[in-house]
Protein backbone atom coordinates (compact mmCIF):
# COMPACT_ATOMS: atom_id res chain seq x y z
CA UNK A 1 0.00 0.00 0.00
CA UNK A 2 1.40 3.14 -0.80
CA UNK A 3 0.89 5.70 2.04
CA UNK A 4 3.15 8.52 3.27
CA UNK A 5 2.66 7.44 7.13
CA UNK A 6 4.25 3.69 6.25
CA UNK A 7 6.95 5.34 4.16
CA UNK A 8 8.66 7.82 6.31
CA UNK A 9 7.62 4.88 9.53
CA UNK A 10 9.36 1.88 6.27
CA UNK A 11 12.16 4.26 5.77
CA UNK A 12 13.24 5.29 9.48
CA UNK A 13 13.49 1.70 10.65
CA UNK A 14 16.94 0.85 10.65
CA UNK A 15 17.07 -2.72 10.49
CA UNK A 16 15.17 -3.35 7.15
CA UNK A 17 14.39 -6.55 7.55
CA UNK A 18 12.46 -6.18 10.49
CA UNK A 19 11.02 -3.25 8.64
CA UNK A 20 9.28 -4.86 6.22
CA UNK A 21 7.27 -7.14 9.19
CA UNK A 22 6.73 -3.92 11.08
CA UNK A 23 5.41 -2.36 7.84
CA UNK A 24 3.11 -4.94 7.11
CA UNK A 25 1.72 -5.13 10.65
CA UNK A 26 0.84 -1.43 10.50
CA UNK A 27 -0.61 -1.24 7.01
CA UNK A 28 -2.71 -4.09 8.50
CA UNK A 29 -3.98 -1.73 10.96
CA UNK A 30 -4.10 0.86 8.59
CA UNK A 31 -6.81 -0.93 6.70
CA UNK A 32 -9.02 -1.56 9.11
CA UNK A 33 -9.36 1.88 10.08
CA UNK A 34 -9.94 2.79 6.79
CA UNK A 35 -12.59 -0.03 6.31
CA UNK A 36 -14.16 1.41 9.68
CA UNK A 37 -14.67 4.63 8.40
CA UNK A 38 -15.98 3.81 4.80
CA UNK A 39 -18.43 1.62 6.78
CA UNK A 40 -19.82 4.51 8.88
CA UNK A 41 -20.02 6.30 5.91
CA UNK A 42 -16.86 8.45 5.25
CA UNK A 43 -15.66 8.32 1.25
CA UNK A 44 -12.58 6.31 0.46
CA UNK A 45 -10.64 9.13 0.23
CA UNK A 46 -11.76 10.83 3.47
CA UNK A 47 -11.43 7.16 4.91
CA UNK A 48 -7.51 7.12 3.94
CA UNK A 49 -6.99 10.85 5.77
CA UNK A 50 -9.07 10.11 8.49
CA UNK A 51 -6.96 6.52 9.15
CA UNK A 52 -3.87 8.23 8.44
CA UNK A 53 -4.06 11.22 10.75
CA UNK A 54 -5.16 8.85 13.72
CA UNK A 55 -1.88 6.29 13.13
CA UNK A 56 -0.05 9.72 14.32
CA UNK A 57 3.66 11.31 13.65
CA UNK A 58 5.82 8.87 11.41
CA UNK A 59 8.74 10.32 13.42
CA UNK A 60 7.47 9.27 16.78
CA UNK A 61 6.65 5.86 15.83
CA UNK A 62 9.05 4.46 14.29
CA UNK A 63 11.86 5.59 17.33
CA UNK A 64 10.38 3.18 19.95
CA UNK A 65 10.35 0.75 17.26
CA UNK A 66 13.80 1.28 16.41
CA UNK A 67 15.37 0.65 20.07
CA UNK A 68 13.56 -2.73 20.00
CA UNK A 69 15.76 -3.41 17.50
CA UNK A 70 18.92 -2.11 18.12
CA UNK A 71 21.78 -3.13 15.79
CA UNK A 72 25.43 -3.70 16.83
CA UNK A 73 28.43 -1.39 16.28
CA UNK A 74 29.88 -2.76 13.39
CA UNK A 75 26.80 -1.68 11.53
CA UNK A 76 25.95 1.43 12.81
CA UNK A 77 28.56 3.03 10.44
CA UNK A 78 27.22 6.23 10.41
CA UNK A 79 27.92 6.88 14.85
CA UNK A 80 31.17 5.88 13.92
CA UNK A 81 32.34 8.24 10.89
CA UNK A 82 30.69 11.32 13.02
CA UNK A 83 32.73 9.84 16.67
CA UNK A 84 35.96 10.00 14.00
CA UNK A 85 35.08 13.42 12.40
CA UNK A 86 34.55 14.83 15.88
CA UNK A 87 37.12 13.29 17.40
CA UNK A 88 39.31 15.24 14.33
CA UNK A 89 37.65 18.70 15.05
CA UNK A 90 39.15 18.41 18.73
CA UNK A 91 42.28 18.17 17.41
CA UNK A 92 42.08 20.62 14.94
CA UNK A 93 40.35 22.92 17.45
CA UNK A 94 43.06 22.66 20.80
CA UNK A 95 46.02 22.78 17.41
CA UNK A 96 47.07 19.18 18.23
CA UNK A 97 46.98 18.61 14.44
CA UNK A 98 48.75 22.20 13.83
CA UNK A 99 46.93 23.36 10.93
CA UNK A 100 44.85 25.77 13.66
CA UNK A 101 46.32 28.56 13.50
CA UNK A 102 45.73 29.30 9.71
CA UNK A 103 41.75 29.64 10.22
CA UNK A 104 42.47 32.70 12.67
CA UNK A 105 42.10 35.84 10.95
CA UNK A 106 41.77 38.05 14.34
CA UNK A 107 44.55 36.77 16.56
CA UNK A 108 46.44 39.67 17.26
CA UNK A 109 49.08 37.75 18.47
CA UNK A 110 50.04 36.19 14.62
CA UNK A 111 50.87 37.73 11.59
CA UNK A 112 47.53 36.56 10.34
CA UNK A 113 47.39 34.68 6.64
CA UNK A 114 45.16 33.52 4.34
CA UNK A 115 45.57 30.18 1.56
CA UNK A 116 42.86 29.25 -0.26
CA UNK A 117 43.93 25.96 0.82
CA UNK A 118 42.15 26.53 4.31
CA UNK A 119 39.03 28.18 2.43
CA UNK A 120 38.07 24.33 1.20
CA UNK A 121 39.00 23.31 4.19
CA UNK A 122 36.60 25.15 6.48
CA UNK A 123 33.76 24.65 3.30
CA UNK A 124 34.36 20.77 3.65
CA UNK A 125 33.97 20.91 7.38
CA UNK A 126 30.76 22.91 7.42
CA UNK A 127 29.96 21.00 4.51
CA UNK A 128 30.14 17.69 6.74
CA UNK A 129 28.89 19.14 9.69
CA UNK A 130 25.28 19.73 7.73
CA UNK A 131 25.66 15.93 6.00
CA UNK A 132 26.04 14.44 9.37
CA UNK A 133 23.32 16.56 10.82
CA UNK A 134 20.88 15.53 8.08
CA UNK A 135 21.61 12.19 8.50
CA UNK A 136 21.22 11.76 11.86
CA UNK A 137 17.91 13.87 11.29
CA UNK A 138 16.85 11.11 8.65
CA UNK A 139 17.31 8.02 10.71
CA UNK A 140 16.80 9.72 14.28
CA UNK A 141 20.66 8.88 15.56
CA UNK A 142 20.49 9.82 18.88
CA UNK A 143 24.22 8.65 19.00
CA UNK A 144 25.35 10.72 16.09
CA UNK A 145 23.38 13.51 17.23
CA UNK A 146 25.48 13.81 20.53
CA UNK A 147 29.22 13.49 18.56
CA UNK A 148 27.92 16.43 16.86
CA UNK A 149 26.82 18.40 19.49
CA UNK A 150 29.87 17.94 21.27
CA UNK A 151 32.32 18.34 18.50
CA UNK A 152 30.63 21.61 18.31
CA UNK A 153 31.33 22.14 22.16
CA UNK A 154 34.28 21.34 22.07
CA UNK A 155 35.12 24.20 19.65
CA UNK A 156 33.52 26.98 21.73
CA UNK A 157 35.52 25.31 24.88
CA UNK A 158 38.91 25.50 22.93
CA UNK A 159 38.43 29.07 22.62
CA UNK A 160 36.46 30.97 25.47
CA UNK A 161 39.33 30.14 28.01
CA UNK A 162 42.15 31.07 25.88
CA UNK A 163 42.44 34.44 26.11
CA UNK A 164 44.74 35.01 23.70
CA UNK A 165 42.52 35.17 21.27
CA UNK A 166 39.43 37.11 20.56
CA UNK A 167 36.53 35.81 22.28
CA UNK A 168 33.33 34.78 19.64
CA UNK A 169 36.02 33.89 16.75
CA UNK A 170 35.44 29.97 16.41
CA UNK A 171 37.77 30.32 13.59
CA UNK A 172 37.25 27.10 11.58
CA UNK A 173 34.59 28.67 10.12
CA UNK A 174 35.75 32.08 9.04
CA UNK A 175 37.13 31.07 6.00
CA UNK A 176 34.26 30.15 4.57
CA UNK A 177 33.13 33.70 4.25
CA UNK A 178 36.89 34.91 3.02
CA UNK A 179 35.40 35.10 -0.90
CA UNK A 180 32.85 36.74 -0.71
CA UNK A 181 34.23 39.68 1.95
CA UNK A 182 37.87 40.10 -0.97
CA UNK A 183 35.20 39.81 -3.33
CA UNK A 184 32.97 42.64 -1.76
CA UNK A 185 35.51 44.88 -0.53
CA UNK A 186 38.51 44.49 -3.10
CA UNK A 187 37.13 43.22 -6.16
CA UNK A 188 37.27 40.03 -7.91
CA UNK A 189 40.79 40.51 -8.53
CA UNK A 190 42.13 40.80 -5.64
CA UNK A 191 40.83 37.45 -4.74
CA UNK A 192 42.75 35.78 -7.43
CA UNK A 193 45.91 37.28 -6.82
CA UNK A 194 45.25 35.83 -3.03
CA UNK A 195 44.44 32.24 -4.53
CA UNK A 196 48.76 32.25 -5.75
CA UNK A 197 50.10 32.81 -2.04
CA UNK A 198 49.38 33.50 1.46
CA UNK A 199 47.25 36.91 1.36
CA UNK A 200 47.44 39.13 4.50
CA UNK A 201 44.08 39.91 5.96
CA UNK A 202 43.15 44.02 6.86
CA UNK A 203 41.84 44.82 10.12
CA UNK A 204 38.80 46.03 8.57
CA UNK A 205 37.72 42.75 6.94
CA UNK A 206 38.17 40.64 10.24
CA UNK A 207 34.97 42.03 11.61
CA UNK A 208 33.27 40.39 8.80
CA UNK A 209 35.21 36.81 9.34
CA UNK A 210 34.43 36.58 13.19
CA UNK A 211 30.66 38.17 12.54
CA UNK A 212 30.32 35.49 9.98
CA UNK A 213 31.76 32.28 11.55
CA UNK A 214 29.58 33.13 14.80
CA UNK A 215 26.51 33.24 12.57
CA UNK A 216 27.71 30.02 11.23
CA UNK A 217 28.47 28.35 14.01
CA UNK A 218 25.35 29.60 16.07
CA UNK A 219 22.78 27.78 13.07
CA UNK A 220 24.89 24.60 13.78
CA UNK A 221 24.93 24.89 17.51
CA UNK A 222 20.59 25.57 17.31
CA UNK A 223 20.48 22.43 14.72
CA UNK A 224 22.22 20.04 16.47
CA UNK A 225 20.99 21.09 19.75
CA UNK A 226 17.21 20.62 18.92
CA UNK A 227 17.99 17.64 16.69
CA UNK A 228 19.30 15.73 20.34
CA UNK A 229 16.53 17.16 22.46
CA UNK A 230 14.00 16.46 19.42
CA UNK A 231 15.28 12.21 19.26
CA UNK A 232 15.38 12.06 23.21
CA UNK A 233 12.20 13.40 23.61
CA UNK A 234 11.20 10.90 21.01
CA UNK A 235 12.14 7.95 22.09
CA UNK A 236 10.05 9.00 25.31
CA UNK A 237 7.36 8.93 22.72
CA UNK A 238 6.79 13.01 23.47
CA UNK A 239 5.66 15.06 20.42
CA UNK A 240 8.28 16.75 19.31
CA UNK A 241 7.34 18.40 15.44
CA UNK A 242 8.20 21.70 16.67
CA UNK A 243 12.12 21.08 16.92
CA UNK A 244 12.34 19.40 13.57
CA UNK A 245 11.84 23.30 12.18
CA UNK A 246 15.56 24.73 13.00
CA UNK A 247 16.85 21.44 11.01
CA UNK A 248 14.52 21.93 8.50
CA UNK A 249 15.91 25.98 8.03
CA UNK A 250 19.54 25.48 8.95
CA UNK A 251 19.31 22.20 6.02
CA UNK A 252 18.54 24.71 2.79
CA UNK A 253 20.39 28.25 4.17
CA UNK A 254 23.26 26.41 4.50
CA UNK A 255 23.29 24.05 1.17
CA UNK A 256 22.71 27.25 -0.59
CA UNK A 257 26.04 29.08 1.32
CA UNK A 258 28.25 26.36 0.88
CA UNK A 259 27.07 25.73 -3.02
CA UNK A 260 27.78 29.32 -3.58
CA UNK A 261 30.97 29.35 -1.72
CA UNK A 262 32.25 26.03 -3.59
CA UNK A 263 30.83 27.48 -7.04
CA UNK A 264 33.38 31.22 -6.56
CA UNK A 265 36.14 29.12 -4.79
CA UNK A 266 36.00 26.61 -7.62
CA UNK A 267 35.26 29.56 -11.07
CA UNK A 268 38.03 31.63 -9.03
CA UNK A 269 41.24 28.95 -8.45
CA UNK A 270 40.76 26.56 -11.41
CA UNK A 271 41.36 29.06 -13.73
CA UNK A 272 44.21 30.69 -11.51
CA UNK A 273 46.48 27.60 -11.27
CA UNK A 274 46.42 27.63 -15.13
CA UNK A 275 48.51 30.59 -14.87
CA UNK A 276 50.90 30.05 -12.93
CA UNK A 277 53.64 30.53 -15.12
CA UNK A 278 52.79 33.85 -15.78
CA UNK A 279 52.00 34.22 -11.93
CA UNK A 280 55.52 33.09 -10.63
CA UNK A 281 57.26 35.58 -13.52
CA UNK A 282 55.00 38.61 -11.98
CA UNK A 283 55.97 37.42 -8.43
CA UNK A 284 59.40 37.31 -8.54
CA UNK A 285 59.22 40.74 -10.41
CA UNK A 286 57.44 42.10 -6.92
CA UNK A 287 60.08 39.96 -5.36
CA UNK A 288 62.72 41.76 -7.00
CA UNK A 289 61.51 45.31 -6.56
CA UNK A 290 60.99 44.87 -2.81
CA UNK A 291 64.48 43.53 -2.75
CA UNK A 292 65.76 46.74 -4.68
CA UNK A 293 63.66 48.65 -1.97
CA UNK A 294 65.18 47.60 1.29
CA UNK A 295 69.06 47.53 -0.73
CA UNK A 296 68.69 51.24 -1.65
CA UNK A 297 66.35 52.57 1.44
CA UNK A 298 67.49 55.59 2.90
CA UNK A 299 67.29 55.12 6.46
CA UNK A 300 69.44 58.22 7.65
CA UNK A 301 65.92 60.24 8.54
CA UNK A 302 64.45 57.45 11.02
CA UNK A 303 61.40 55.15 10.79
CA UNK A 304 59.10 57.60 10.22
CA UNK A 305 60.30 59.54 7.20
CA UNK A 306 61.40 56.04 5.67
CA UNK A 307 57.40 55.07 6.37
CA UNK A 308 56.07 58.14 4.43
CA UNK A 309 57.91 56.70 1.57
CA UNK A 310 56.40 53.35 1.57
CA UNK A 311 53.17 54.96 1.66
CA UNK A 312 53.95 57.63 -0.90
CA UNK A 313 55.11 53.68 -3.41
CA UNK A 314 51.78 52.16 -2.61
CA UNK A 315 52.41 50.36 0.58
CA UNK A 316 49.75 50.45 3.43
CA UNK A 317 49.85 49.45 6.82
CA UNK A 318 47.85 46.21 6.99
CA UNK A 319 47.78 45.16 10.51
CA UNK A 320 46.92 46.30 13.90
CA UNK A 321 48.89 49.06 15.64
CA UNK A 322 48.42 47.69 19.01
CA UNK A 323 50.70 45.44 18.50
CA UNK A 324 54.40 45.90 18.42
CA UNK A 325 55.69 43.50 15.70
CA UNK A 326 53.13 44.20 13.40
CA UNK A 327 53.08 47.33 13.64
CA UNK A 328 55.39 48.24 11.64
CA UNK A 329 54.94 45.83 8.81
CA UNK A 330 53.32 47.13 4.96
CA UNK A 331 52.81 45.23 2.42
CA UNK A 332 51.67 45.98 -1.08
CA UNK A 333 48.03 46.75 -1.52
CA UNK A 334 47.14 46.22 -5.10
CA UNK A 335 48.22 42.20 -4.78
CA UNK A 336 48.06 40.86 -1.69
CA UNK A 337 50.68 38.66 -1.76
CA UNK A 338 53.46 40.42 -3.20
CA UNK A 339 56.71 40.61 -0.44
CA UNK A 340 56.67 42.14 2.81
CA UNK A 341 58.59 45.20 4.02
CA UNK A 342 58.89 45.79 7.83
CA UNK A 343 60.53 48.66 9.20
CA UNK A 344 61.86 48.23 12.98
CA UNK A 345 63.30 50.68 15.60
CA UNK A 346 65.44 49.00 18.10
CA UNK A 347 67.32 50.33 21.12
CA UNK A 348 70.07 52.97 21.12
CA UNK A 349 68.95 54.27 17.80
CA UNK A 350 69.31 50.53 15.97
CA UNK A 351 66.85 50.77 12.99
CA UNK A 352 66.28 47.56 10.46
CA UNK A 353 64.23 47.50 7.42
CA UNK A 354 63.64 44.13 6.56
CA UNK A 355 61.95 42.48 3.06
CA UNK A 356 60.81 39.32 3.91
CA UNK A 357 60.43 37.48 -0.04
CA UNK A 358 59.29 34.08 0.33
CA UNK A 359 55.50 34.29 1.41
CA UNK A 360 54.29 33.19 -2.00
CA UNK A 361 56.93 29.68 -2.29
CA UNK A 362 54.75 27.18 -0.88
CA UNK A 363 51.76 28.14 -3.36
CA UNK A 364 53.94 29.32 -6.59
CA UNK A 365 57.25 27.83 -6.35
CA UNK A 366 58.70 24.20 -5.64
CA UNK A 367 61.29 23.77 -3.11
CA UNK A 368 64.13 23.73 -5.81
CA UNK A 369 63.20 27.72 -6.57
CA UNK A 370 64.08 29.22 -3.73
CA UNK A 371 66.66 27.01 -1.77
CA UNK A 372 70.66 28.02 -2.20
CA UNK A 373 72.44 24.64 -3.48
CA UNK A 374 75.90 23.98 -2.24
CA UNK A 375 77.10 24.68 -5.55
CA UNK A 376 76.12 27.85 -5.44
CA UNK A 377 77.52 28.77 -2.16
CA UNK A 378 81.04 28.10 -3.62
CA UNK A 379 80.59 30.69 -6.37
CA UNK A 380 80.47 33.51 -3.09
CA UNK A 381 83.75 34.71 -1.97
CA UNK A 382 84.66 36.59 1.08
CA UNK A 383 85.27 40.17 0.44
CA UNK A 384 82.96 40.40 -2.74
CA UNK A 385 81.54 43.54 -2.92
CA UNK A 386 77.58 43.50 -3.03
CA UNK A 387 77.51 44.11 -7.04
CA UNK A 388 79.50 40.85 -7.82
CA UNK A 389 77.33 39.61 -5.50
CA UNK A 390 74.51 40.78 -6.81
CA UNK A 391 75.74 39.94 -10.37
CA UNK A 392 75.17 35.83 -9.63
CA UNK A 393 71.63 36.67 -9.23
CA UNK A 394 71.48 34.52 -6.17
CA UNK A 395 69.65 37.44 -4.09
CA UNK A 396 66.46 36.31 -6.16
CA UNK A 397 66.39 32.79 -4.01
CA UNK A 398 66.55 34.88 -0.47
CA UNK A 399 63.95 34.29 1.90
CA UNK A 400 64.58 37.31 3.68
CA UNK A 401 66.77 40.93 3.25
CA UNK A 402 67.48 42.86 6.09
CA UNK A 403 69.15 46.43 6.32
CA UNK A 404 70.48 47.54 9.73
CA UNK A 405 71.81 50.71 10.44
CA UNK A 406 73.38 51.55 13.89
CA UNK A 407 73.91 54.36 16.01
CA UNK A 408 76.06 57.47 14.15
CA UNK A 409 76.25 55.56 10.83
CA UNK A 410 74.93 58.45 9.48
CA UNK A 411 76.60 60.88 7.88
CA UNK A 412 79.86 60.26 9.80
CA UNK A 413 82.02 56.43 9.79
CA UNK A 414 81.67 55.55 13.63
CA UNK A 415 78.87 53.78 12.86
CA UNK A 416 77.98 50.53 10.97
CA UNK A 417 75.33 50.03 8.20
CA UNK A 418 74.92 46.21 7.13
CA UNK A 419 72.88 43.86 4.67
CA UNK A 420 71.97 40.33 5.50
CA UNK A 421 70.74 38.00 3.07
CA UNK A 422 68.83 34.83 4.35
CA UNK A 423 68.27 31.98 2.57
CA UNK A 424 66.91 28.51 2.83
CA UNK A 425 69.24 25.11 2.28
CA UNK A 426 68.26 22.47 -0.37
CA UNK A 427 68.14 19.02 1.37
CA UNK A 428 69.07 20.27 4.94
CA UNK A 429 64.98 20.77 6.16
CA UNK A 430 64.38 24.09 7.08
CA UNK A 431 68.11 24.91 7.56
CA UNK A 432 69.11 28.56 6.52
CA UNK A 433 72.32 30.62 5.69
CA UNK A 434 72.82 33.94 5.79
CA UNK A 435 75.40 36.21 4.03
CA UNK A 436 76.31 39.80 5.56
CA UNK A 437 77.89 42.87 3.58
CA UNK A 438 79.29 46.17 5.80
CA UNK A 439 79.41 49.24 4.11
CA UNK A 440 82.49 50.87 3.72
CA UNK A 441 82.51 54.63 3.85
CA UNK A 442 85.91 55.06 1.85
CA UNK A 443 85.08 53.06 -0.88
CA UNK A 444 81.28 53.74 -0.80
CA UNK A 445 80.72 49.84 -1.29
CA UNK A 446 79.48 47.20 0.46
CA UNK A 447 81.63 44.16 1.35
CA UNK A 448 80.99 40.67 2.15
CA UNK A 449 82.32 40.35 5.92
CA UNK A 450 81.02 36.70 6.35
CA UNK A 451 78.07 34.13 6.13
CA UNK A 452 76.79 31.65 8.69
CA UNK A 453 74.24 28.72 8.46
CA UNK A 454 71.76 29.29 11.04
CA UNK A 455 70.62 26.72 13.04
CA UNK A 456 67.71 24.75 12.89
CA UNK A 457 64.27 24.70 15.08
CA UNK A 458 65.66 20.93 16.39
CA UNK A 459 69.06 22.44 16.65
CA UNK A 460 68.48 25.50 18.87
CA UNK A 461 66.04 23.25 21.15
CA UNK A 462 69.15 20.95 21.72
CA UNK A 463 71.33 23.48 22.40
CA UNK A 464 68.56 25.14 24.87
CA UNK A 465 68.35 22.04 26.63
CA UNK A 466 71.83 21.75 26.50
CA UNK A 467 72.13 24.98 28.24
CA UNK A 468 69.16 24.15 30.50
CA UNK A 469 71.01 21.00 32.36
CA UNK A 470 74.12 22.74 32.36
CA UNK A 471 72.63 25.18 35.01
CA UNK A 472 71.05 22.77 36.76
CA UNK A 473 74.27 20.66 37.40
CA UNK A 474 76.15 24.01 37.62
CA UNK A 475 73.21 25.03 40.31
CA UNK A 476 73.76 21.33 41.76
CA UNK A 477 77.41 21.61 42.45
CA UNK A 478 77.20 24.79 44.02
CA UNK A 479 74.32 23.65 46.84
CA UNK A 480 76.85 20.72 46.80
CA UNK A 481 79.96 22.95 47.77
Same mark, same amino acid.
Given at each position: ?? =???? =??????????? %????? &????? &????????????????? *?????????????????????????????????????????? %??????????????????????????????? !??????????????????????????????????????????????? $???????? @??????????????????????????????????? @?????????????? #???????????????????????????????????????????????? !??????????????? #???????? $??????? &? =??????????????????????????????????? @???????????? *??????????????? $???????????????????? =??????????????????? *???? $???????????? #???????? &????????????????????????????????????????????????????????
Amino acid at each position: MD =NKFL =NRVTELIRDKG %VGKLI &SAELE &SHLLDKIDYYTEIGYSR *EEAVKKATEEMGDPDDTAVPLNSLHKRGIGKNIRSIITAVFA %VLIALLSFNIIPIEHLFRYGDESYSIVHSVS !VDFLSLFICAAYLLLLYKAYKHKNIVSAAFILMSLLVIAFAYFPNMN $YPAFQFSL @FQPLFYPAAMISMHGLSAFYNSIFGYGYIPDSDRL @FYNCGAVVMYLILL #TASVTLFIAILRQSKMKKVCRLWLPIKIAKPVLSLFILIDLLVLSLAT !VPALTSLDEKRDEMQ #TAKERAIQ $YVINADL &S =NGTEDFNNELLKDGYEYYFNEDNIWQSGQKTLHSG @FNDSLIITAPFD *EGKFAVCCLTDLDKN $YVLTRGDYCLTEEERELVKT =NMTLDEFMSLGLHKKAAMV *EKSV $YPDAYPGEKGQI #TIEFSFDL &SGEGFNGYTYNFDYNSKDQKYYMTGSEKMLSDEEIQALYDEMMNQEINDEMLTDYN
